[in-house]
């Protein structure tokens, strides 16, 4: 999935989704696939104050979140010993002007325990999760699993 | 909260088949024969006992135990196993007349019998909703009188009746909606039950402390501040910061202890926000960050302090186990870097030695006077460049501190070249065996706004495998405590996350991040013996002995890992297990 390539000629395909269900959407992902270029652009300038993730991608993170995350990052994202914040002020001043791609990166290199054991999807997922919970606003469109197209996505600052 | 096998399930079992009747009659016994633990037998530990975390007051890691010994360690096998609390693994299973006391994550702990698993009593704790996600890693208990007494992850003291399970009181210590949390276990020295409070790399006025408690109470006698308050000695080094902005100091593994001059060795955390910049405490040395503190356990009072590193800036703490040794001092130049400049050589004294801090430096000092002898490093660092004895600290290289925003390259990697995963020493070796790891990071502070109760979140780094290393992460080493010379030196990809045990049978084990649990020969490094178990051990291995059989006990499940720079390795999360092993029976 993460070979979706990124064209900025492409039409903007929303990849609907029914329900909050991970079935669903997992098919709905197979089946934009199946048009080819069906992957989502963005403009060149896109940020993440332009709602780049779906509130259902991020509730069903919670449960990857949960399971693979909260034990070093906490159950609400606020960080342990040595494992940093996820969300709030210490996240958003780091963040800043980064890149989606960037920190998709560094998802890859967790959960620390066993990294990259989630799937491509699983960290776009936890990628909507962060951005829920600092405040950026949800979109109509999932977040996708392409670490081109999230490299195109700048971390806008943290909404007041 | 206490579930205890009870009368009518006795029967139940009973009534459901013979088979159950053995080994429920047996366990009963194990407890009906159950005796009081005295300060001599802390002070002096039976051969078949581990009544506490290192086993002994010198943290050594060592038991006597020989029937499984170099020999015949090939013949190991798996006595029993059984499966344990989900969450972080850190436990060390204590044993006492054959009763196994296993404390799990978030105190949830049960007894058992020690030569079969059969469960004896279980005590839930209530788990609250604590900020600290590692608050739950509850590294130990200690045995006492009748008691099993632990510091849990909502900032309390228990004592539960080691027979029954019972909570025979419990005690406040801390405020866990704050942050506070226990994380190290208890110490029992001059009869006092000592603890040394963490979470305080959350945001909570003063920083933490230790403190004495009554043992049939838990009432609070005394209380030692790890952060030095503003009118007393050291107070100015956080410069005009106020005592409620003055943040860090946890005190979260437990210290050492010498009963012949009644002084507790406790180590200190790192200050909160790691950047200087980002505390407003300027060049200040902001004590007792990072120190080793000489406490005398009537009062309270620190008889001295050795801080290794002032004004820290990367998460490289220095809390972990302090280890006494009585030993000639007489360091190798060809291999020790730092030397007391007027040591004078071939003396035998008592000091605190072992691996104090992240950094992974040996740090050898006089027990008596904290004086400066000898230190060396056994992984790749940047940060300490020199020992400045009459400072009585490092020298620190300024090259890797770093302003809000300005990327550092910084050795090692902030979750140490060792971290609460302990070291073992052999009297019979005169060797510390550590379980180190080569990794480095980029390290960048950010911003902070410090709130009340939430983490600091100072900073973001990722780890690098530094070029020297050749690739290999784990770097498991034996150093003589005399000479600080390398005996023997295991090193491979997989990094050393676990806990180190060493025996009277010249043995080592180790447990890697690749699953392997091993026997090393003490003496020479060859691995005699190895296990691949289902996944890394973050909880400590200990030895005993029930009815003349020795037992292995080796926690597996992830507490510390660093498997982040190798990801190749795959292992699963969670599958907490306790595995016991033996000698097969005649």
């Not at chain 2, 204590?94 to 994550?105: E, Q």
């Not at chain 2, 045995?143 to 027979?163: P, Q, R, S, W």
């Not at chain 2, 995963?421 to 510390?432: E, F, H, V």
């Amino acid at each position: 999935m993460a070979a979706i390539g990124k064209s900025n000629d492409m039409e903007f395909l929303q990849v609907s989704l029914k329900r909050c269900n991970g079935r669903v959407a997992a098919l709905s992902v197979v089946g934009s696939l199946l048009f080819a270029f069906a992957a989502p652009v963005y403009a060149q300038d896109a940020t993440t104050a332009d709602g780049v993730f779906t509130t259902a991608q991020a509730e069903r993170a919670q449960a990857i979140y949960d399971r693979s995350c909260a034990s070093c990052h906490g159950a609400t994202l606020g960080g342990g010993a040595s494992a940093p914040p996820l969300m709030g002020f210490p996240f958003t001043s780091f963040w800043t002007g980064k890149n989606l791609g960037e920190l998709n990166d560094v998802l890859h290199t967790m959960p620390a325990d066993n990294p990259g054991s989630l799937t491509d999807q699983q960290y776009a997922d936890l990628i909507a999760l962060i951005l829920d919970k600092n405040a950026y606003p949800a979109g109509d469109t999932e977040l996708p699993a392409d670490g081109a197209v999230l490299a195109g996505i700048t971390i806008s600052p943290a909404a007041q | 909260m206490i579930k205890q096998l009870s009368g009518a399930l006795l029967a139940a079992i009973v009534g459901a088949g013979a088979l159950a009747l053995p080994s429920v009659a047996q366990a009963q016994s194990r407890l009906d024969n159950y005796t009081p633990v005295t300060d001599e037998m802390l002070q002096d530990p039976a051969a078949s006992d581990w009544l506490m975390w290192r086993r002994n007051y010198q943290m050594w890691g060592y038991s006597p135990l020989d029937q499984i010994n170099a020999d015949n360690v090939g013949d190991l096998q798996m006595a029993w196993a059984w499966t344990m609390e989900a969450g972080r693994q850190e436990s060390t299973p204590l044993v006492h007349d054959g009763v196994m006391f296993l404390m799990a994550s978030c105190n949830f702990t049960q007894a058992l019998d020690a030569a079969t698993g059969d469960l004896l009593w279980e005590y839930r704790r209530e788990v609250v909703e604590h900020p600290a996600a590692l608050a739950c890693g509850n590294r130990n208990a200690v045995l006492y009188e009748d008691k099993l007494i632990m510091a849990t992850h909502d900032a309390f003291l228990v004592a539960l009746d080691a027979k029954t399970g019972q909570v025979a009181w419990e005690h406040q210590v801390g405020d866990w909606q704050v942050g506070h949390h226990y994380t190290g276990g208890p110490l029992i020295a001059d009869g006092k039950i000592i603890a040394g409070l963490s979470g305080c790399y959350h945001i909570n006025s003063g920083g933490c402390w230790i403190s004495a408690h009554d043992v049939a109470s838990g009432e609070e006698l005394w209380r030692t501040y790890t952060i030095a308050r503003p009118d007393e000695p050291g107070g100015d080094t956080w410069g005009d910061v106020p005592l409620e902005s003055r943040y860090g100091g946890s005190a979260w593994n437990t210290g050492a202890y010498d009963p012949e001059t009644n002084t507790l060795y406790y180590g200190v955390a790192v200050p909160i926000p790691w950047g200087s910049e980002q505390r407003g405490t300027g060049d200040g040395d902001v004590l007792y960050t990072n120190s080793t503190l000489a406490i005398d356990a009537d009062t309270g009072e620190i008889k001295w302090y050795f801080q290794y590193m002032r004004n820290e800036q990367w998460d490289l703490d220095h809390p972990f186990a302090r280890m006494i040794v009585e030993t000639e001092v007489s360091p190798n130049a060809d291999e020790v870097e730092w030397i007391a400049p007027d040591l004078t050589a071939g003396e035998t004294r008592k000091v605190i030695t072992g691996i104090p801090g992240k950094t992974g430096i040996v740090w050898t000092l006089d027990a008596e006077t904290g004086d400066f002898l000898w230190a060396r490093s056994t992984v790749e660092q940047n940060v300490v460049t020199g020992v400045d004895a009459e400072a009585r600290t490092a020298i620190i290289n300024d090259e890797v501190r770093s302003s809000i925003g300005e990327q550092v390259y910084v050795c090692p990697y902030l979750l140490g070249g060792i971290n609460w995963q302990a070291p073992a020493y052999n009297p019979n070796t005169n060797a510390i065996y550590a379980p180190v790891n080569n990794l480095c990071m980029n390290f960048t502070l950010n911003q902070v706004q410090p709130t009340i109760g939430a983490h600091h979140g100072s900073a973001r780094s990722t780890p690098v495998i530094p070029e020297s290393a050749n690739g290999n992460v784990g770097s498991f080493t034996a150093v003589n405590v005399a000479t600080g010379e390398t005996m023997w030196e295991f090193d491979q990809r997989a990094g050393f996350p676990g806990s180190v045990l060493t025996t009277g049978g010249n043995l080592v084990f180790v447990t890697d991040d690749n699953r392997r649990l091993r026997a090393f020969n003490a003496e020479t490094g060859d691995v005699l013996w190895e296990q691949i178990l289902n996944t890394r051990a973050g909880g400590f291995p200990t030895t005993y002995e029930v009815d003349g059989r020795q037992y292995i006990a080796v926690p597996a499940g992830t507490g510390v890992s660093y498997a982040t720079a190798t990801p190749e390795i795959r292992v699963p999360s969670g599958g907490n297990m306790l595995y016991v092993f033996a000698l097969p029976q005649d």
